[in-house]
């Protein structure tokens, strides 16, 4: 009986730790996608297009330069002084944007803010997939994964409202107080992992070492065209509007988002009942579907259904790469595993920008959308072959 009691404890999905850092994730990704109207503020500014750029770009290199550490530290000292350390980074980083100008100290601003981005995207994962039980980690990873995607509609929306009432001061102060938020969230939570320290046993093999193992390469490799085939929406899908006339990026947004959250929580469970493969491979087909759709959209209802489509594509895709991260990576490499995990979706931004604004520039939107649909396309099925016979 005993016995039986642990084992449903074990396999519970809502415990208190999930819960905390699935609201702390909440409040921070809220906080951060309040910065999808920076560029807005920098126009203000007077700042040109090239500058917003290097700004943006600077805040992803700088994201990238910290992964290596941040895996080794989760590996070796554990996930929650990371994420009080990457907290406290928010917090200070939010906090300087009420003392910007167009100078050199907005480049600073901006890399503290990338360091802390980074950080807080890469532990709070690590963490949460401590939290989920082996035999219900797809279901447990696409929950969590509604604390981040949520946002993503929410951040927009809160962000309008509050530029319609105020000035850009405002919003820095709302982002802040959801920094804090999220922090104060975070401070009860118990370490879950076993530092490498108190396991020596099973010693972590290291960043570079994880970056090529076997079984994980085939992953980096679709999570990278999956994360620069992202760019063509989140980077682009603005300036598409307004180019077209056609739809509304909050329209797209939130219906991405909708469809994407109701999927894992109404079906999360289908791929650890299906197996993750059987889910992915649809998943990716629909992404592209919606890059499709939208190169040849000619109303707002196609760029609602597209925004559909491609949440319902992400809305999988997304998790179960990071699922499969989690099961092929050894357990005292957790970390650095996830550290390069999320360090792709920034690589994504420097190389999907560039490439798929270079593609607009010479042939237009509807080729751009095109090639986003064909990288998904041929990235799945390179994935395939070169994956086959592993779960």
Known sequence: ?????????????????????????????????????????????????????????????????????????MDTRGRRGVILVGNALHVVALALYLTVHLGP?????????????????????????????????????????????????????????????????????????????????????????TPASANAEEAPVGFRKVLVQPQLVTVWGLTAIFSIALAAMFTFLRTFVDASGIGSVGGFFGAYASVAVTLRVVAGWLPDRVGAKRVLYPALATLAAGFLLLAFASSSRDVLVAGALCGAGHGYTFPLLFGMVVGRARTADRGSAMAIYTALFDVGVLIGGPLLGFVIEIRGYTEMFITAAALVTIGTVIFAVADRGRS
């Open 1 to 73: 009986m005993k016995e039986r009691i642990a084992s449903t404890q074990r396999d519970r999905l809502l415990s208190g730790p999930f819960v905390l850092v699935s609201l702390s994730n909440f409040f921070q990704g809220i906080a951060f996608n309040l910065f999808l109207h920076f560029p807005g503020f920098l126009s203000e500014l007077g700042a040109r297009e090239a500058q917003i750029g290097l700004l943006f770009g600077l805040s992803s290199v700088a994201s990238i330069a910290a992964r290596p550490k941040l895996g080794q530290v």
């Open 105 to 193: 100290w907005i480049y600073f601003v901006r890399i503290l803010h990338g360091l802390a981005v980074a950080i807080l995207f890469t532990v709070l994962f690590t963490y949460a997939a401590d939290c989920v039980p082996e035999k219900r980690r797809m279901q447990g990873l696409m929950l969590f994964g509604v604390s981040g995607m949520l946002p993503i509609a929410l951040g927009g929306l809160l962000g309008d409202a509050l530029l319609a009432r105020a000035d850009f001061s405002l919003l820095f102060q709302v982002a802040l107080g959801l920094a804090i938020l999220a922090a104060l969230l975070a401070l009860p939570l118990p370490e879950m992992s």
